[in-house]
């Protein structure tokens, strides 16, 4: 499945790709994401816990940046996650790309996700909301922590964002568009 997303953030192209290649820092703006450890520069274990209707599932995932091209501004993620309680797993390739647009920045991401188990039922238009959702929370919590830098000069402290109603909150929204 393949989902593609695009959002605006409020910094120059220097700056939000200097927030966005520093995944430790932005784990945190991934609704339901924790990170738990950084193998190396460019590995990172990360639990994720997401609920779709009425399963609850926890994955831990190995992030990797197999590319990485500055001249570009553009990375290529690779996740292995597996759900704790064996009910499945997820590959997703996860390539981002950061443009200049207006007085701010373009970012582009672009997944290819395989699902497997349990997940795999709920199909694209669940995972594909889910997805939207997760971007859109992601790209307001990357905002916040462009702007607070920008007016403070320091590097902004990130609040977790909550992903356990992420479902119910995409399908409230779904229901709003239509109506």
């Not at 590097?155 to 995409?170: E, M, N």
Request: hydrophobic share 40%; net charge positive; proline share 6%.
């Amino acid at each position: 499945m393949r989902i593609e997303n695009v959002f605006d953030v409020p910094a120059a192209p220097d700056r939000a790709w200097a927030l966005l290649t520093d995944v430790p820092r932005v784990v945190p703006c991934m609704p339901g994401a924790e990170l738990e450890r950084t193998v190396d520069e460019s590995t990172w274990e990360v639990l994720q816990r997401v609920k779709l209707g009425p399963i609850s599932l926890q994955f831990r995932s190995e992030v990797t940046r197999t590319e990485l091209s500055e001249t570009d501004r553009r990375a290529v993620l690779s996740v292995n996650a597996k759900e704790v309680r064996g009910r499945g797993g997820a590959h997703a390739t996860i390539e981002s790309s950061l443009v200049p647009a207006g007085d701010g920045t373009r970012v582009t991401v672009v997944t290819e996700l395989a699902l497997r188990g349990a997940v795999a039922q709920y199909g694209r238009p669940v995972v594909g909301s889910v997805a939207e959702e997760l971007t859109r929370q992601f790209a307001t919590c990357l905002a916040s922590m462009l702007e607070t830098e920008a007016s403070s000069g320091r590097p902004a402290d990130v609040k977790p964002v909550g992903g356990l109603r992420l479902l119910f909150g995409t399908l409230w929204r779904r229901l709003f568009r239509r109506g």
